[in-house]
């Protein structure tokens, strides 16, 4: 297991299986710590396309909508079977056989283009279909983006700026001299920023031009990605997009 599966998997291991009421089918790894009674169970949404479906996993319940809403089936929540590529939930209901796959990989939905945290498969009966799960929230969230490139240029040697998306809604960072605030708004398909102040400190003029155009092209995205590589890419209408790392 690498050391960017580990976190991820611990992570989804410690939302998904901890509320579990049946042991473990699989042991952890002896260099994985036990996740068991990690915290309050919480709910798991994973949705595909063509043709549309979502699984709600809840205490107890994992339920299938499948077919545009044509086919709804709910079924007993087992303890997953975890490895270094994911979880595996195995269960039945009414001669019914279920098996969802949860990797922690980014997934980008084929319909709106909203990257989410994993990707998700599911098969019924033996007939698989693909989609994504999580909240696209957890990808901006977590810690601090450095600012690479503004609108395609590389950031002005020795200077920095950064994005810090909150969990209320809010974002924070450098401008690149001074510090700004506003907040951010996540819908099914994009995401957008407003509200935007900042502090009135004096800057170096090739700093203040940077800065202009990083909260000029803040307020104009519409939509992120997360890169194969992990960087964040903010996307404009003019394709003049803002990358950012960890």
Not at 20 to 39: H, I, Q, V, Y
Not at 115 to 140: A, N, T
Not at 210 to 229: M, Y
Request: net charge negative.
């Amino acid at each position: 297991m690498d050391r960017q599966t580990l976190p991820a998997l611990l992570a989804v291991f410690a939302v998904l299986a901890s509320g579990c009421s049946s042991p473990l089918r699989t042991e952890p790894a002896a260099n994985e710590p036990s996740m068991a009674g990690t915290g309050p169970q919480a709910s798991f949404v994973a949705r595909g396309q063509e043709p549309g479906w979502m699984i709600t996993m809840d205490t107890g319940t994992i339920s299938l909508t499948a077919d545009f809403g044509a086919l709804q089936l709910r079924f007993p929540r087992t303890a997953p079977e975890v490895s270094a590529d994911g979880l595996r939930y195995l269960t039945e209901a009414d001669g019914r056989r279920l098996s969802v796959w949860i990797r922690p990989r980014v997934c980008t939905d084929v319909a709106t283009g909203m990257p989410h945290p994993y990707q998700v498969r599911y098969e019924l009966d033996g007939k698989g279909h693909p989609g994504c799960g999580g909240e696209p929230k957890s990808l901006l969230t977590g810690g601090e983006w450095i600012v690479e490139t503004i609108g395609g240029a590389p950031v002005v040697d020795q200077s920095k700026a950064t994005i810090l998306f909150m969990e209320e809604g809010q974002v924070a960072g450098s401008a690149s001299c001074n510090r700004f605030v506003g907040g951010y708004r996540l819908t099914g398909e994009g995401l957008s920023f407003s509200q935007m102040g900042t502090t009135m400190m004096a800057c170096e003029e090739d700093l203040s031009l940077q800065e202009a155009r990083f909260l000029e092209l803040l307020q104009a995205v519409f939509r992120f990605e997360i890169s194969p590589e992990g960087r964040l890419v903010l996307h404009t209408p003019d394709a003049q997009n803002i990358t950012a790392r960890r």
